[in-house]
């Protein structure tokens, strides 16, 4: 956290545990701690086909604000 703003640098679940909607209460207490005024806004990165990590950003109000393109290595070693 810094002035107004938060950053989320990393948030995983236990792949056992996945699939509970354990992230969303990770997000929602993240959320509670972080007492973002009218200007208060919270950051993070995920990559583009990381289907389950954007769809909890999405039910969680996140919003896409920019793309970094070939940021994220590939399976395959490209980036
Ligand atoms: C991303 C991650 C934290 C989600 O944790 P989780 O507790 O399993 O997530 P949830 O159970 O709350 O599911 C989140 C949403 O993704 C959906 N989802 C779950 N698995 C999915 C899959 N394989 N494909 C598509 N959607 C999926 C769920 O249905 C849920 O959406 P819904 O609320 O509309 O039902 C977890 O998958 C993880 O640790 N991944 C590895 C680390 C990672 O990629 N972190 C994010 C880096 S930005």
Redesign the pocket.
């Known amino acids: 956290m810094a002035a107004d703003e938060a950053e989320?640098l990393?948030?995983?679940?236990?792949?056992g545990?996945?699939?509970?909607?354990?992230?969303?209460?990770?997000l929602l207490t993240i959320s509670a701690i972080w007492p973002a005024g009218a200007s208060g806004r919270i950051f993070?990165?995920?990559?583009e086909n990381?289907?389950?990590?954007?769809?909890?950003?999405?039910?969680a109000g996140f919003a896409v604000v920019g793309r970094r393109e070939r940021y994220y290595k590939q399976p395959g070693g490209d980036i």
């Open positions: 989320i990393s948030i995983a679940i236990d792949s545990q996945r699939g509970r909607g354990l992230s969303r209460d990770l993070l990165e995920v990559e990381n289907q389950p990590a954007r769809r909890l950003y999405e039910r």
